[in-house]
């Protein structure tokens, strides 16, 4: 199996997590709005009872959310995954190596550029080294997206200015 591929396995296993986990909260909030409206007998009870299905609505826009992200990874990971050459410019599906510098010093970030999934962090085959997921819509994204090699950029990240700067993209 390919790195990429590895990497969107990786991701499919982290939404499928998700989605089991919201749907777990989804059942236990509706239960006890039930067991709540059931057993009411007070003014209390019914407001409980109100939060309970407000919490279970919660869960399920996110288990929902979650779901439509699955299926957008899906999508993109069945219609196969490009091979980019260090010339190429930056797209979703790229692996892409920046060079992060501000004031503390300079760090290297290996990114994976995905419709979905923006901040979760995969790892390696075996551990070895960790990748970030970025999409389109991020600001890191937005600033990524059709730069090449060599480029760079500056962009603010929790509150510091920091020039980002496309070391390889593949």
Not at 34 to 55: C, I, M, N, P, T
Not at 82 to 88: A, G, S
Request: charged share 35%.
């Amino acid at each position: 199996m390919d790195l990429k591929t590895f990497f969107v396995e990786e991701l499919k296993g982290v939404y499928s997590e998700r989605i089991a986990a919201a749907a777990r909260a989804e059942s236990e909030a509706g239960t006890v709005a039930d067991q709540v409206r059931a057993e009411s007998r007070r003014k209390e009870d019914v407001k409980e009872a109100a939060l309970q299905g407000r919490l279970e609505t919660g869960h399920r826009k996110r288990r929902l959310r979650a779901v439509s992200e699955m299926e957008k990874l899906l999508t993109f990971a069945e219609a196969g995954l490009r091979r980019f050459k260090p010339t190429d410019r930056v797209d979703i599906g790229a692996l892409v190596d920046v060079r992060i510098e501000d004031e503390k010093g300079e760090e290297e970030r290996t990114l994976f550029f995905l419709p979905v999934g923006a901040g979760v962090e995969l790892t390696g085959p075996g551990g070895d080294g960790f990748v970030t997921v970025v999409t389109p819509n991020s600001p890191v994204g937005k600033s990524l997206m059709r730069s090449r090699c060599e480029d760079a950029f500056e962009i603010v990240v929790d509150g510091r200015d920091r020039e980002w700067i496309v070391l390889d993209v593949s």
